[in-house]
């Protein structure tokens, strides 16, 4: 039964907004939450959160008229639940169906959906350079970006393709002018922004190695190299490659002060090596992810900021809220930065996470070998988590 389907409930079913729902989360409210969608939706991406309680009962127990006893005992009775789903057509009418027996029940508006439209801006306010950089974050995914701007010129990092039109009207708010849009890398998990914020009149920016990797639209971009140095304002955005994640993997040194590390470096892991070649070319990515932190990364001053393109379940905000960290602080943190070659490629080759959804199409996209012009199904290309890391287990020396 596809959602759209379901029948209105007899009785009137509270939403709450998905912006409310992740308010609460972040207050360290108590949130109970009843997931409507099947056990493989839910096993692999759901909300989470330290107060949060997850409870998983698909929307099919909820069909009969008669509700099975054992079911609507999985559903708590003391306190307020909230329902939801993949678009919030089964979770209203879950919703509905407990309501009418006794329940204290709402439903997340737009479900899952809604969820993955959450798109936040936070300054970085340990950011000592000049201008201002605000770190994007999309709570579903985990994907993180950065708009940096000065005077009255901005650029931004690692756009999504989802928030094209967020960029335009956040550099028109701060009355300053989107010039760049720039590319760490051909990502796997999302589709790229720089293209369509290109048709908009930004100057489009990719590595050039994106190129060697088949980028059919190269002729159309900016292509930085090692050393290049773009300037936003009084900022100056520095070309640092960084391969081993992929081979065009690129950071960008935002006036001395926050390196963009795409894929390469996270605030709690280290990159996987294994998404542009396989299994087969991942033991060669990882002694050249290894090389890059140690040759590229780690010789930076240490009160250096480091901002990835995400972050997961496993890592802790900074006080103002962003996902960054000093160079100092992850080489005392992280066991796999203070490690040999060896050893370094062992660890991350030992326990890699499943890879990100639909990448075998994504990638391809990005490249613009394949082309998706609905922008329904490339926002549904992207659900679910990131998986551009590699495993936790191990990496850090807790």
Known sequence: MDEMEFPTPDVPVESVEPVELKAAIDAGEPVTLLDARMPNEYAEWRIGGEAVESINVPYYEFLDEEIDESVLEEVPDDRPVTALCAKGGASEYVAGALVERGYEVDHLEEGMNGWAAIYEAVE????????????????????????VYDDDEAAVIDPLRAFTDRYLADAAELGVELTYAID????????????????EGVEGVIPRASADRGATYADEMTLAEDGDV?????????????????????????????????????VESVARPDLEE?????????????????????????????????????????ADGTYTATIGELAAEMDALSMDEEAFVELILSDMPPRPANYETIIPTNLGQNVVEDDEEAFTLELGPNNCAASQDALTGD
């Open 124 to 147: 970085i306010s340990r950011y000592d350079g000049a201008g201002t950089v605000l770190q994007y974050q999309r709570p579903s995914s985990g994907c993180l970006g950065y708009l």
């Open 184 to 199: 760490t890398h051909v990502h796997a998990d999302h589709l790229s922004g720089v293209r369509e914020l290109a048709a």
């Open 230 to 266: 773009f300037a936003v304002g009084d900022v100056d955005i520095e070309v640092v490659s960084t391969p081993g994640h992929t081979t065009d993997m690129t950071s960008y040194l935002i006036d001395g002060s926050l390196l963009a590390t795409g894929d390469g470096l996270f």
């Open 278 to 318: 396989g299994d087969e070319g991942a033991p060669e990515a990882a002694r050249q992810l290894h090389e890059s932190l140690h040759e590229r990364v780690l010789t930076l001053p240490g009160d250096t900021l480091v901002g990835g393109a995400h972050y997961s379940d496993a890592a802790d905000p900074a």
